[in-house]
């Protein structure tokens, strides 16, 4: 009996550390794998605070330390998968995988919950969630889509669900909270404040519908005007060609004349000269014939005979040209040349003022280019900011140096007091300075890789959750940079970029606008990815190094 083939994504077989491929793969006892090295470094950070070592994904704690051992299989089905590539998982695949919301009934292998009731509390997949349909008191249960946060509508304190929303302290809390902490507070049902909030909703999206239509209206005539530009350009292009072909073709027949008049001109003096030349020749050789004649007579010892053939000699006939012919050098064809070099200086001096017209015409042409964003690296500089690292921020072994403006990662804490704002878990930093405005700020890193961030303020600091690393929430925006790749992190989202690699990377921010724009720095500026959001708080920049001695810095530009 033939068997389907297996299919399977990248994500099933990435390292939920490194966000890698699993390199000398290890699986510990939870089930969970990861490279060997990623889950090394983990649990030394966890071996320096306490004796207890967990799984990075699921929390489950082992004591004493597992031992690691690589995984062979996993190893060769990872090195076949990057021979063969990698497939992606089919469609109407409905098993849970590590994003996706679980069923809270299914026993074993979990397949994926397709609804979450706000009642129960409780996610359920298409066959567990059938009696919501079918039982008359399940019928009145509220049903959302799919969420892994639904303990969050749990009041932490009274283990009750919190139906009631305070708007003296604006949260949600239940009806215990009423009876003791918001005793006397202004409380409204839970659904009462949706409604309100509801409205406030819309009116909010009505505003930024009304945006949208004025922004296209915007895009709509900057596409007008790019193809007024390309017409106007096209034909342009096409009329000056025509032209200055016309003139290329005048200069060709001009040529050509002169050629013939001169190659004419050359016949007929030629023509002349071999005349006056077979002439001459001529009158040589009578010459000769006499003098011949008077040789032989001169000879003569018969003096009767001398004196009788003497007066038969012809006399000498008087010659037809001058004694000596004067031919001075012919200048006429000179005078030519020099005529013709006279138009071509002429006309490269007229081609060399008039292109300069022609020149500034071109680029003084009343061309609309409205993107606020900068299109040269002199152009970002004017939005340059100084920004400086803040050590209330910084991981214990992040070392802070050159005026806090670059940050290493060191194999030994440093001596910093205990602060609010500190990260605790991830090897993070912050700046000192809030970000509004246009801003712009260049990172130079060595080693392994960095993550390049910006984040508000009220980003999570404890524990290793996803809420606290730059990129895994929606409170930072993340790229993520190594020898190999770059990557976009936002919110559970990655996305893979393509682009030259650099050891310098620039980040454009128009806070009011909503752009956050990441760059490619070396001898030239290449946009690797461009985020189009509404920001609504200050953001501040962050760095977030892989391993020991990798070096990051915010470079002076100014």
């Given at each position: 009996?033939?068997?389907?083939?297996?299919q399977?994504?990248?994500?099933t077989f990435?390292?939920?550390?490194?966000?890698?491929l699993?390199?000398?793969?290890?699986?510990?006892?939870?089930?969970?794998s990861y490279?060997?090295?990623?889950?090394?470094?983990?649990?030394?950070?966890?071996?320096?605070?306490?004796?207890?070592?967990?799984?990075?994904?699921c929390?489950?704690?082992?004591?004493?330390?597992?031992?690691?051992?690589?995984?062979?299989?996993?190893a060769v089905?990872?090195?076949?998968?990057?021979?063969?590539?990698?497939?992606?998982?089919?469609?109407?695949?409905?098993?849970?995988?590590?994003?996706?919301?679980?069923?809270?009934?299914?026993?074993?292998?979990?397949?994926?919950?397709?609804?979450?009731?706000?009642?129960?509390?409780?996610?359920?997949?298409?066959?567990?969630?059938?009696?919501?349909?079918d039982?008359?008191?399940?019928?009145?249960?509220?049903?959302?889509?799919?969420?892994?946060?639904?303990?969050?509508?749990i009041?932490?304190?009274?283990d009750?669900?919190?139906?009631?929303?305070?708007?003296?302290?604006q949260?949600?809390?239940c009806?215990?909270?009423t009876?003791?902490?918001?005793?006397?507070h202004?409380?409204?049902?839970?659904?009462?404040?949706?409604t309100?909030?509801?409205?406030?909703?819309?009116?909010?999206?009505l505003?930024?519908?009304?945006?949208?239509q004025?922004l296209?209206?915007?895009?709509k005539?900057?596409?007008?005007e790019?193809?007024?530009?390309?017409?106007?350009?096209?034909?342009?292009?096409?009329?000056?060609?025509?032209m200055?072909?016309?003139?290329?073709?005048?200069?060709?027949?001009?040529?050509?004349?002169?050629?013939?008049?001169v190659?004419?001109?050359?016949?007929?003096?030629?023509?002349?000269?071999?005349?006056?030349?077979?002439?001459?020749?001529?009158?040589?050789?009578?010459?000769?014939?006499?003098?011949?004649e008077?040789?032989q007579?001169?000879?003569?010892?018969?003096?009767?005979?001398?004196l009788?053939?003497y007066?038969?000699?012809?006399?000498?006939?008087?010659?037809?040209h001058?004694?000596?012919?004067?031919?001075?050098?012919?200048?006429?064809?000179?005078?030519?040349?020099a005529?013709?070099?006279?138009t071509?200086?002429k006309?490269?001096?007229?081609?060399r003022?008039?292109w300069?017209n022609?020149?500034?015409?071109?680029?003084?042409?009343?061309?609309?280019?409205?993107?606020?964003?900068?299109?040269?690296?002199?152009?970002?500089?004017?939005?340059?900011?100084e920004i400086?690292?803040?050590p209330?921020?910084?991981?214990r072994?992040l070392?802070?140096?050159?005026g806090?403006?670059?940050v290493t990662?060191?194999?030994?804490?440093?001596?910093?007091?205990?602060?609010?704002?500190?990260?605790i878990?991830?090897y993070?930093?912050?700046?000192?300075?809030?970000l509004?405005?246009?801003c712009?700020?260049?990172?130079?890193?060595?080693?392994e890789g960095?993550?390049?961030?910006?984040?508000?303020?009220n980003?999570?600091?404890?524990g290793?959750s996803?809420d606290?690393?730059?990129?895994?929430?929606?409170?930072?925006?993340?790229?993520?940079?190594?020898?190999?790749r770059?990557?976009?992190?936002?919110?559970?989202?990655?996305?893979?970029l393509?682009?030259p690699?650099?050891?310098?990377?620039?980040?454009?921010?128009?806070?009011?606008?909503?752009?956050?724009?990441?760059?490619?720095v070396?001898?030239?500026?290449?946009?690797?990815?461009?985020?189009?959001?509404?920001?609504?708080?200050?953001?501040?920049?962050?760095?977030?190094l892989?391993?020991y001695?990798?070096t990051?810095?915010?470079?002076k530009?100014?």
């Amino acid at each position: 009996m033939a068997q389907k083939g297996v299919q399977l994504d990248q994500e099933t077989f990435s390292c939920s550390i490194c966000l890698d491929l699993l390199k000398d793969p290890v699986t510990i006892p939870c089930g969970h794998s990861y490279c060997m090295n990623c889950i090394k470094h983990f649990w030394d950070r966890e071996e320096e605070k306490q004796k207890l070592y967990s799984c990075p994904q699921c929390r489950q704690t082992f004591i004493p330390r597992p031992v690691l051992v690589k995984s062979t299989m996993l190893a060769v089905l990872v090195e076949e998968l990057k021979k063969t590539g990698l497939q992606a998982a089919p469609a109407d695949h409905c098993y849970a995988g590590p994003e996706d919301v679980v069923c809270g009934v299914c026993t074993g292998r979990k397949l994926k919950a397709i609804k979450s009731c706000l009642s129960c509390l409780a996610s359920y997949c298409e066959k567990h969630l059938q009696p919501h349909y079918d039982a008359a008191p399940l019928k009145k249960h509220k049903l959302v889509a799919p969420s892994k946060k639904l303990q969050e509508n749990i009041c932490s304190r009274h283990d009750e669900v919190m139906k009631i929303f305070c708007h003296t302290d604006q949260q949600s809390i239940c009806y215990l909270c009423t009876m003791d902490e918001h005793k006397g507070h202004e409380t409204v049902p839970a659904a009462a404040e949706r409604t309100e909030k509801q409205k406030e909703l819309e009116v909010r999206r009505l505003n930024i519908q009304q945006r949208i239509q004025d922004l296209e209206k915007d895009v709509k005539l900057l596409q007008q005007e790019v193809e007024a530009i390309n017409g106007s350009a096209d034909k342009a292009v096409e009329d000056s060609e025509k032209m200055l072909t016309e003139l290329i073709r005048l200069i060709q027949k001009r040529s050509s004349d002169v050629k013939q008049q001169v190659r004419s001109q050359q016949e007929t003096e030629v023509s002349r000269v071999k005349e006056l030349q077979e002439k001459l020749e001529q009158e040589i050789a009578e010459l000769k014939r006499k003098d011949a004649e008077l040789e032989q007579l001169s000879h003569t010892e018969d003096h009767n005979q001398f004196l009788h053939n003497y007066p038969s000699l012809s006399a000498l006939s008087e010659s037809t040209h001058s004694s000596s012919i004067n031919i001075g050098p012919l200048r006429y064809f000179e005078d030519v040349t020099a005529a013709v070099s006279e138009t071509r200086e002429k006309l490269q001096d007229i081609l060399r003022e008039e292109w300069i017209n022609i020149s500034l015409t071109v680029t003084e042409e009343d061309v609309l280019l409205s993107p606020s964003e900068p299109k040269t690296r002199a152009g970002f500089l004017k939005y340059s900011r100084e920004i400086t690292l803040d050590p209330n921020t910084a991981h214990r072994y992040l070392l802070l140096s050159e005026g806090n403006r670059e940050v290493t990662l060191m194999e030994q804490q440093q001596s910093y007091s205990d602060h609010p704002d500190r990260f605790i878990e991830w090897y993070q930093v912050l700046s000192r300075e809030s970000l509004t405005g246009c801003c712009y700020w260049e990172v130079e890193w060595r080693g392994e890789g960095v993550y390049v961030a910006v984040a508000y303020k009220n980003i999570s600091r404890a524990g290793s959750s996803d809420d606290c690393l730059f990129g895994l929430n929606g409170k930072s925006w993340s790229l993520f940079c190594d020898k190999n790749r770059h990557l976009f992190l936002y919110n559970q989202v990655r996305i893979p970029l393509s682009g030259p690699r650099s050891s310098r990377v620039g980040v454009y921010l128009d806070h009011r606008a909503g752009i956050l724009s990441f760059y490619s720095v070396s001898e030239t500026m290449t946009l690797l990815h461009r985020v189009q959001t509404t920001f609504t708080q200050p953001l501040y920049a962050g760095l977030y190094l892989l391993d020991y001695k990798d070096t990051a810095e915010l470079s002076k530009l100014n």
